[in-house]
Nanobody, 118 residues
Framework: QVQLVESGGGLVQAGGSLRLSCAVS????????MAWFRQAPGKEREFAAS????????YYADSVKGRFTISRDNAKNTVYLQMNSLKPEDTAIYYC???????????WGQGTQVTVSS
């Protein structure tokens, strides 16, 4: 079993920055592909970014490309999401997720709220 715990959310003004962290425990962290998803009020959960086990390959949704950076520290069992140039439309609950040997993300954190004021 894998446990994911997000932190770092909060309230920030438009144009500001936040860094989210996701601490992972329970299994060999480096085996998993890690991702961040988000869910805005009244909307479906959507993919934001992912990173491979080595950290060498990253993917981003078009809506965050160029502003968000996903990274991981396998020694600390932690994945990060650096969010810059935040916009009000980035307001959402952000979830950390993990998968291994499957296309489905099997493990999810409880989420952390990010609110961007205009």
């Amino acid at each position: 079993q894998v446990q994911l715990v997000e932190s770092g959310g909060g309230l920030v003004q438009a144009g500001g920055s936040l860094r989210l962290s996701c601490a992972v425990s329970g299994r060999t962290f480096s085996d998993y592909i890690m991702a961040w998803f988000r869910q805005a009020p009244g909307k479906e959960r959507e993919f934001a970014a992912s990173v491979t086990w080595s950290g060498g390959t990253t993917y981003y949704a078009d809506s965050v490309k160029g502003r968000f950076t996903i990274s991981r520290d396998n020694a600390k069992n932690t994945v990060y999401l650096q969010m810059n140039s935040l916009k009000p439309e980035d307001t959402a609950i952000y979830y950390c997720a993990a998968r291994r040997n499957t296309n489905q993300y099997s493990y999810w954190g409880q989420g952390t709220q990010v609110t961007v004021s205009s």
